[in-house]
Nanobody, 124 residues
Framework: QLQLVQSGGGLVQPGGSLRLSCAAS????????IGWVRQAPGKEREGVSC????????IYADSVKGRFTVSRDNAKNTVYLQMNSLKPEDTADYYC?????????????????WGQGTQVTVSS
């Protein structure tokens, strides 16, 4: 059973940055693609980004392209989401999640394993 534990998040002003981390245990992380999915109150779930198991391929939602960067360190069993130039509309609960492949071209929202979620609030 793959377990994902998230850290990071919090309150940041517009234009600021945050980094989310997703640490895996239980199974080998490099067998899985890792995605980031967010959900704002009253809105549908949105796939934000996905990185392949090797890290060689990434996809992003248009809403975050150029501002967010996903990366992974398989040796540390950890995936990161660096979020820059944050906007109030980025406010949401963010989840990391795992599946066998990102596929694409759109970021998926259906995954096999999920982290516990972390809140990101962008507000002045």
């Amino acid at each position: 059973q793959l377990q994902l534990v998230q850290s990071g998040g919090g309150l940041v002003q517009p234009g600021g940055s945050l980094r989310l981390s997703c640490a895996a245990s239980g199974l080998t992380l490099d067998d899985y693609a890792i995605g980031w999915v967010r959900q704002a109150p009253g809105k549908e779930r949105e796939g934000v980004s996905c990185i392949s198991n090797s890290g060689s391929s990434t996809i992003y939602a248009d809403s975050v392209k150029g501002r967010f960067t996903v990366s992974r360190d398989n040796a540390k069993n950890t995936v990161y989401l660096q979020m820059n130039s944050l906007k109030p509309e980025d406010t949401a609960d963010y989840y990391c999640a795992a599946r066998k492949a990102c596929e694409g071209p759109r970021v998926p929202i259906l995954f096999n394993y999920w982290g516990q979620g972390t809140q990101v609030t962008v507000s002045s």
